[in-house]
C-alpha cells in the first residue's frame, strides 16, 4: 500500500488539513523555543554553581584567617549555625564583611568599584539611636548594604535569586547572625545597641531595604 492508494479518499487542499499542518508547526516551533529555555536555564545553573563554588573557595580562605583571629570568637557560634542551616556562602560573606574588611575589598572590586576604609571609636561608649548615630557609622552600613547587591544581584539567574530571597526571609540562623555581627561591629566602636533593637534595625534592612530591591 503506497501513498497512491489514498490519493483519491484525501483532498490535500482541503482547509482542516492545512490547518492541523499550521497547528503542526506551531507546536513544533513551540518546542524548539522551550528546548532553547531549556538549555539557557541550564547553562545559567551551571554558571551558578561554578559562582557558588568560588564563594564557598572563598569563604573558607577568608575562614580561616577568622578562626585564627581570637577576637572573632563570640560570632563562631551563630556562623556555624548558619552553615548548619544552609546559608548560600555569599550572604555568610556579605555577613561577615561588615566586621572584616578584606571580605567588603574582595566584594568590592569584583564590581569595579573602590575599597572603603574605616576605622572609627569613639571614647566614651554611646548607646545606639537613630538620632545620635554617628555619620561615619551611618555610612559603614550603607556601603554594607550596598555590597550586599553585588552580592546578590550581580548578573544572577531566576532560580538563584529566588533561593537567597527565600535564605533571607525565612532563616532565622541568618538573622542571628546577622545581629551577633552587627551588634559586634558597634561594640567594636564603642556603642552600645540591645539585642532587641539590633534585631529590628537588622530586620528592617534585610525586609525594607535588600529584600524589595532584588526581587
Given at each position: 500500500?503506497?501513498?497512491n492508494?489514498?490519493?483519491?479518499?484525501i483532498?490535500?487542499?482541503?482547509?482542516?488539513?492545512?490547518?492541523m499542518?499550521?497547528?503542526s508547526?506551531?507546536?513544533?516551533?513551540?518546542?524548539?523555543?522551550?528546548?532553547?529555555?531549556?538549555?539557557k536555564?541550564?547553562?545559567?545553573?551551571?554558571?551558578?554553581?561554578?559562582?557558588a563554588?568560588q564563594?564557598?573557595?572563598?569563604l573558607?580562605k577568608?575562614?580561616?584567617?577568622i578562626?585564627?583571629d581570637k577576637?572573632?570568637?563570640k560570632?563562631l557560634?551563630?556562623?556555624?549555625?548558619?552553615f548548619d542551616s544552609?546559608?548560600?556562602?555569599?550572604?555568610i560573606l556579605?555577613?561577615?564583611?561588615l566586621v572584616?574588611i578584606?571580605?567588603?575589598?574582595?566584594?568590592r572590586?569584583s564590581t569595579?568599584r573602590?575599597?572603603?576604609?574605616?576605622?572609627?571609636?569613639?571614647?566614651?561608649t554611646?548607646?545606639?539611636s537613630?538620632?545620635?548615630l554617628?555619620?561615619?557609622?551611618?555610612?559603614?552600613?550603607?556601603?554594607w548594604?550596598?555590597?550586599?547587591?553585588?552580592?546578590i544581584?550581580f548578573?544572577?539567574?531566576?532560580i538563584?535569586?529566588?533561593?537567597?530571597?527565600?535564605?533571607?526571609?525565612?532563616?532565622?540562623?541568618?538573622?542571628?547572625?546577622?545581629?551577633e555581627?552587627?551588634?559586634?561591629?558597634?561594640?567594636?566602636s564603642n556603642?552600645?545597641?540591645?539585642?532587641?533593637t539590633?534585631?529590628?534595625y537588622?530586620?528592617f534592612?534585610?525586609?525594607?531595604?535588600?529584600?524589595?530591591?532584588i526581587?
Amino acid at each position: 500500500m503506497g501513498v497512491n492508494d489514498f490519493g483519491g479518499d484525501i483532498d490535500w487542499t482541503d482547509e482542516s488539513w492545512i490547518s492541523m499542518w499550521n497547528v503542526s508547526e506551531q507546536i513544533s516551533e513551540a518546542y524548539k523555543e522551550e528546548v532553547k529555555k531549556g538549555d539557557k536555564q541550564a547553562k545559567k545553573s551551571r554558571k551558578d554553581e561554578k559562582k557558588a563554588k568560588q564563594h564557598d573557595m572563598l569563604l573558607a580562605k577568608f575562614l580561616v584567617k577568622i578562626l585564627i583571629d581570637k577576637s572573632y570568637d563570640k560570632l563562631l557560634p551563630s556562623l556555624f549555625k548558619a552553615f548548619d542551616s544552609w546559608v548560600p556562602s555569599n550572604l555568610i560573606l556579605w555577613i561577615m564583611s561588615l566586621v572584616y574588611i578584606d571580605i567588603s575589598h574582595t566584594i568590592r572590586q569584583s564590581t569595579g568599584r573602590s575599597n572603603i576604609s574605616f576605622n572609627f571609636s569613639i571614647e566614651e561608649t554611646l548607646n545606639f539611636s537613630g538620632d545620635n548615630l554617628p555619620q561615619e557609622i551611618k555610612d559603614r552600613i550603607n556601603s554594607w548594604v550596598e555590597d550586599v547587591h553585588s552580592v546578590i544581584s550581580f548578573n544572577p539567574s531566576k532560580i538563584y535569586t529566588t533561593r537567597v530571597i527565600e535564605s533571607i526571609k525565612d532563616s532565622k540562623e541568618l538573622y542571628n547572625f546577622s545581629v551577633e555581627v552587627f551588634i559586634y561591629f558597634l561594640s567594636e566602636s564603642n556603642i552600645y545597641i540591645k539585642p532587641k533593637t539590633a534585631w529590628d534595625y537588622v530586620g528592617f534592612i534585610f525586609q525594607k531595604i535588600i529584600l524589595p530591591k532584588i526581587k
